[in-house]
């Protein structure tokens, strides 16, 4: 037990991350303090702090295995899912401790939903996909209101024009930037409050990316999102703070255009100039 | 993104959260409770099969082990000259063969014809006088077949014909059902498979010391018998298991390990070989008992090989046993890493070399199990072995796999079907402990080569 | 004895070719200068071929013709009084053959049964000089022959390696064989038996009496299929009943719930039931389940008969509940986990995700798994031999004996040796009807997981 605490106290070492402010004022959303994540035996993430503004688009970047993904996935505590994996740290919203485990995972994630790096809509029709969140819940008292829920999600998705009149057939039919729209549209479908999106589109053509960018930048206006991109031009595009990782340590955050354009960290500099990553 | 979607924005996206979140959060409790009954909904069904395994061991052992025990009387036999009333031991001297066999014949067919009971009655009633006067009781306390171990004494030594010697003689299996309390005392005589005197005598006999529970060595050192159930044994029947499992092994084993590696390496991708997986695919869930129909009707019927002879059990266990070797061994194939092939082509091999000295040797563990696995299958299985005639009672150990011969399996069959109920479920569940002994050691032994030679890619 | 010595005189002989072709090969090789296409060992390998295949046809030769030679040479010396009488031929036959083989015969030797034995024996003396000289010249010749075609650029590699492969084919194509074998077998004594009864009473009648099959008499007994079809859907039904809900549940709970320590231990547990025997089942049926299920009945006032659909379906269920956990395990580990996070990232339970996601996903791969376990509920044999009761009535009541399709062939061909009556031959078409119908779930079964498992890869 004694090691392992051990391995805790080196883990939560602190870090000095270089921090700017925004220049307007947003309210805070979530805000991560010392949270750090173990695999095994392994650190994965050290101490990281950081404030998630509310509706606003943050972006985490850094190069592959810098903790990015490990870090957004405490957020709705997906990584429970994994065997030994530990998470250490406080992550506060609106007065709720995320990482507390007496905190109902089911309704956080009704809260905090996720969009992944593949789109995985379930061999389902499109209809079931959208409604399978609200059913679960049991948050649609009538068909109808299933109904009107499963429209609207899909509305807000930007997806209703192209799927109306086949909301029957299968979700697995669509093409691959339309099934990360359906995934979008099925995390709108709970309502959350936070929308988590882990390389969204990675997998997707550049006509189906700029779609769901432009989709990404509507929804800002009624949900605090998170996403994780390997593309600076992505993470420029749609973000209003960026969150630079490197190695398991958030190295620099600050406003996006700030941190593109006046990197104070050398390792920022050298990755979003393309020297590595 | 037209008017309809800015008009739904208009609903507040965080009091739209806070109600939902109420309405979920009603509905929690429940949710975890079908989630917890869910759960051990699914422990519940493993702990079932457990206990089903459990269960059908319990009972089988509680049923078999006592039947490695058996009563056995332990008596002063007197090989008396008055009763053994027989001429010399004929010499071959220069009779032809056929002549000597004719004259040893009817000796041995003298030898027959001495009164053994006497024998065995008068040596018990050296213990018990009571048998002198009793010549059926006292006869009916010794299995039957003793009469012949006493016969065969003197057949193979006649010098002993004057002597006296103690033997163990096996108990009569009524006299061990009686002592095992495997019947219900108090039925009345006339129900009872024991005489008033035997019971009598047996319970005396067994205070004494005289009658013990001994080791059933004669459960491996005999082969089965109708008449004198206590001698029954499974030495015919484990010898006609082995010599088809052997069958099995120089059968089924290479060739198909060599089906796979054709299949797996050398077999252009075309309708023929696509016919030939959904074949193998589909023979390996065909049931057994239509393996033996093609047995009876071809090896037997068509080739006239002999009935209930292990060549033939083993040659139909092999075709059946054949789509499991193939399939193991394929997929031991196709998990050695296609690099150490190229490589070995990179080099200049031919695909045949690289076969045979690369990818072949790094699947043999795998086919190894593959084979113990399919040949433990083999060794249990019993329908297609009764369709080939194996179901007829055999009482000699086969000299070669074309004789007669039982197998464990169906020794099992013809066993738990015996008349004698109370004696023959204790024997039959004996031999299944046997048989299942084998069966795991040979799993065991495939799971430990898994385990030594397992290799992660 | 003798045998082992010939073979390892054999052993030698073709060592020594080996030997004989590589350092031919390798003086070869130093006598040109040049590089050998092949390695000596293949050289060494191609003499051996080129001296045993030769040699091995003369020695078939001689077993196809020597036997009819031999009984030539003594039918000619038989008088034509013996001639005549079968049995006699027979008798005598045998008596020349001991003679010949000096064994000698009992009594009078009639002279020509001397002259006979004189006869055979100088027959089988020269066959078998000649069978000596001939093979050896053969390999000899051939062995010759391989050697003077040794050259630097004779490919001996690809001739092997054809031989090889030729070898590895027949292999495989023995797969194919034992499927048509058993097409051919079956269908051609199913149809014999169809000429004795009409296709249509056997398969659409309801009466299964098919009498003892005494010669001439003029009622051949009633042969429907309907009643016996109907035991084993029965059987099967209530087996699945058993085997499904318990399998798919232990597959959940070791997928997606147990730890990996739990598994470790329960799955091996769990895969014991799946290597006992089934004969072992069905006694376990007979003297455990079978009279536990009828006292069950009892104590509620039910009749249940201790042989009955009821037991054998229990106890086949218990046998196939590892087969489904481990097949519908393999379904459910291979339904990407993506689909599993997309659930859980909605806030889902795992059991939810597990209902509404993952069962969905596999559903198509977990019929086929259904189909494969029925298919092996309908051609379980000992089971059902032992503990269905072997009453081949119509009836819709569990807790009644019944018969199955697979008992009735047990019960019709066991210890049969001429297929001549409809009584024996219905087995024929007893299994011609099982095959068709396992045939077409297995089909099916496999052809469903195959799309399954593609649409996952």
């Given at each position: 037990m004694s090691a392992m605490e051990a391995q805790e106290e080196a883990i939560m070492e602190r870090f000095e991350t270089i921090r700017i402010p925004d220049p307007v004022a947003r309210n805070t959303k979530i805000a991560a303090k010392d949270v750090s994540v173990i695999y095994g035996s392994k650190p994965a993430l050290h101490s990281v702090s950081i404030d998630i503004p509310a509706q606003a688009v943050t972006a985490f970047i850094g190069p592959s295995g810098c903790g990015k993904s490990t870090f957004l996935r405490c957020f709705n505590r997906m990584n429970d899912t994994i065997d030994g994996c530990r998470v250490l740290g406080q992550m506060d919203m609106d007065g709720d401790d995320l990482n507390d485990h007496k905190l109902d995972v089911v309704l956080l994630r009704a809260r905090v939903g996720m969009v992944f790096q593949k789109p995985n809509p379930f061999p389902k029709s499109i209809f079931d996909n959208i409604a399978y969140g609200p059913k679960i819940h049991g948050v649609a008292r009538s068909k109808g209101e299933l109904e009107e829920i499963v429209s609207r999600s899909l509305q807000r998705a930007g997806l209703w024009d192209e799927v109306k009149d086949r909301l029957d057939e299968p979700g697995t039919g669509l093409s691959g930037g339309q099934q990360q729209r359906l995934c979008i549209a099925r995390a709108i479908a709970v309502n959350p409050e936070v929308i988590l999106m882990d390389e969204p589109c990675s997998a997707l053509d550049p006509i189906a990316t700029a779609t769901i960018e432009k989709l990404i930048q509507e929804l800002r206006e009624n949900y605090t999102i998170i996403i994780v991109t390997h593309s600076m031009a992505q993470a420029q595009r749609v973000s209003q703070r960026t969150a630079y990782f490197h190695l398991g340590y958030l190295v620099e955050e600050g406003p996006t255009e700030h941190i593109f354009n006046n990197p104070q960290e050398k390792r920022t500099k050298d990755y979003i100039t393309g020297v590595f990553g | 993104m037209s008017s309809a979607t800015e008009t739904l924005d208009g609903v507040d996206g965080a009091s739209a959260a806070r109600s939902?979140?109420?309405?979920?959060?009603?509905?929690?409790?429940?949710?975890?409770?079908?989630?917890?009954?869910?759960?051990?909904?699914?422990?519940?069904?493993?702990?079932?099969?457990?206990?089903?395994?459990?269960?059908?061991?319990?009972?089988?052992?509680?049923?078999?082990?006592?039947?490695?025990?058996?009563?056995?009387?332990?008596?002063?036999?007197?090989?008396?000259?008055?009763?053994?009333?027989?001429?010399?031991?004929?010499?071959?001297?220069?009779?032809?063969?056929?002549?000597?066999?004719?004259?040893?014949?009817?000796?041995q067919r003298r030898l027959v014809f001495v009164n053994w009971n006497r024998i065995i009655q008068d040596s018990l009633a050296k213990v018990v006088p009571a048998a002198a006067d009793n010549a059926r009781d006292a006869v009916g306390m010794v299995a039957s077949n003793e009469r012949v171990r006493l016969r065969d004494m003197v057949r193979d030594d006649p010098s002993i014909i004057g002597s006296t010697k103690e033997l163990d003689l096996v108990a009569a299996a009524n006299v061990d059902v009686w002592l095992k309390g495997n019947i219900d005392r108090s039925l009345p005589d006339s129900q009872q498979q024991l005489t008033a005197l035997q019971q009598e005598w047996s319970d005396q006999l067994y205070e004494r010391g005289v009658i013990s529970m001994d080791f059933a060595s004669e459960l491996f050192t005999n082969v089965d018998s109708r008449s004198s159930p206590a001698t029954a044994g499974l030495l015919g029947a484990m010898v006609g298991s082995i010599m088809m499992m052997l069958i099995v092994m120089v059968v089924a084993v290479p060739v198909g390990v060599m089906a796979a590696v054709y299949l797996e390496e050398f077999a252009p991708k075309n309708r023929i070989t696509d016919l030939i997986e959904v074949n193998i695919n589909n023979l390996a869930a065909v049931p057994s008992i239509v393996f033996g129909l093609l047995g009876a009707a071809v090896f037997i019927n068509l080739f006239g090989l002999p009935l209930s002879a292990p060549l033939v059990g083993g040659l139909v266990l092999s075709l059946m046993t054949l789509p499991t070797v193939i399939i193991a061994s394929r997929a031991s194939l196709r998990a050695v890493p296609p690099s150490i092939r190229q490589a070995a082509l990179g080099v200049g091999a031919s695909p045949m070399q690289a076969m045979f000295h690369h990818t072949l040797p790094l699947a043999v563990p795998g086919m190894l199990t593959g084979a113990i696995i399919g040949v433990a299958q083999a060794l249990g299985e019993t329908a297609p072995l009764l369709l080939i005639g194996m179901n007829a009672f055999v009482a000699s150990v086969p000299g070669t796999p074309m004789d007669q011969s039982s197998a464990l399996p169906v020794q099992i069959f013809l066993w738990q079907g015996n008349e004698l109920r109370n004696f023959f479920e204790a024997r039959t569940s004996a031999a299944i402990i046997v048989l299942l002994t084998v069966m795991i050691s040979l799993n065991a032994l495939a799971i430990f080569l898994r385990h030594r030679f397992e290799r992660r890619w | 004895m003798n045998t082992l010595i010939v073979v390892a005189v054999l052993l030698i002989l073709l060592s020594l070719a080996y030997q004989w072709g590589v350092s031919a090969s390798r003086s070869v090789a130093n006598a040109s200068g040049i590089k050998m296409h092949s390695r000596p060992a293949y050289h060494g390998l191609l003499v051996v071929l080129w001296c045993a295949i030769p040699a091995a046809v003369v020695y078939i030769l001689y077993l196809v013709f020597s036997p009819t030679i031999s009984a030539n040479i003594v039918a000619s010396y038989l008088p034509p009084d013996v001639a005549a009488d079968p049995q006699a031929t027979a008798t005598a036959i045998s008596r020349i053959e001991n003679i010949a083989s000096g064994f000698g015969a009992i009594g009078d030797i009639p002279p020509y049964q001397n002259e006979a034995a004189a006869a055979l024996s100088r027959f089988e003396w020269t066959a078998r000089l000649a069978l000596i000289g001939l093979a050896a010249a053969a390999g000899a010749f051939g062995a010759i022959w391989a050697r003077r075609k040794i050259a630097p650029n004779y490919r001996a590699r690809n001739v092997v390696e054809v031989a090889i492969k030729v070898v590895l084919i027949a292999c495989s194509a023995i797969a194919i064989l034992t499927t048509v074998g058993i097409v051919l077998s079956v269908l051609s004594e199913a149809l014999r038996f169809f000429t004795y009864v009409n296709p249509l009473d056997f398969f659409f009648g309801t009466t299964w009496n098919p009498r003892f099959s005494t010669v001439g008499t003029e009622d051949q007994g009633q042969f429907g299929l309907i009643p016996l079809l109907w035991g084993t859907i029965m059987i099967t039904i209530i087996a699945m009943l058993v085997a499904v809900p318990i399998g798919l549940m232990s597959a959940i709970y070791l997928s997606e719930y147990a730890g990996p320590k739990f598994r470790l231990f329960a799955k091996p547990l769990l895969e014991v039931l799946a290597g006992i025997p089934t004969i072992v089942y069905g006694f376990f049926a007979l003297v455990t389940v079978g009279p536990f299920l009828s006292w069950l009945g009892a104590t509620i006032s039910l009749d249940v008969q201790a042989t009955?659909?009821?037991?054998?379906?229990?106890?086949?269920?218990?046998?196939?509940?590892?087969?489904?956990?481990?097949?519908?395990?393999?379904?459910?580990?291979?339904?990407?986990?993506?689909?599993?996070?997309g659930s859980y990232g909605l806030g889902a339970t795992q059991s939810e995700t597990v209902r509404k996601v993952i069962l969905p996903a596999a559903l198509p791969g977990i019929v086929g798994a259904f189909l494969l376990a029925v298919s092996r509920a309908v051609g379980e044999t000992m089971i059902v031999v032992l503990a269905a009761g072997n009453s081949p009535v119509l009836t819709a009541n569990p807790f009644e004996a019944v018969s199955t399709v697979t008992v009735t062939i047990v019960n019709q061909l066991t210890g049969d040796t001429d297929f001549a009556s409809p009584q024996s031959l219905v087995a024929f078409a007893l299994g011609l009807t099982l095959f068709v119908i396992t045939l077409c779930l297995n089909v099916v079964a496999i052809y469903i997981v195959k799309k399954y498992r593609e649409q996952y890869e």
């Open positions: - | 939902n979140r109420d309405i979920i959060e009603r509905r929690l409790k429940a949710r975890h409770r079908a989630e917890f009954r869910f759960r051990m909904i699914g422990l519940g069904a493993i702990m079932l099969g457990v206990t089903l395994v459990a269960l059908l061991f319990g009972s089988i052992l509680a049923k078999g082990l006592p039947a490695f025990t058996q009563a056995n009387i332990t008596l002063n036999v007197t090989f008396d000259p008055q009763v053994i009333n027989i001429p010399d031991r004929p010499v071959q001297g220069d009779l032809s063969d056929a002549d000597y066999r004719e004259e040893m014949l009817a000796w | 009955s659909a009821l037991t054998a379906g229990v106890v086949m269920g218990i046998m196939i509940i590892p087969f489904v956990s481990s097949l519908s395990d393999d379904i459910i580990s291979q339904v990407p986990q993506s689909l599993r996070n």
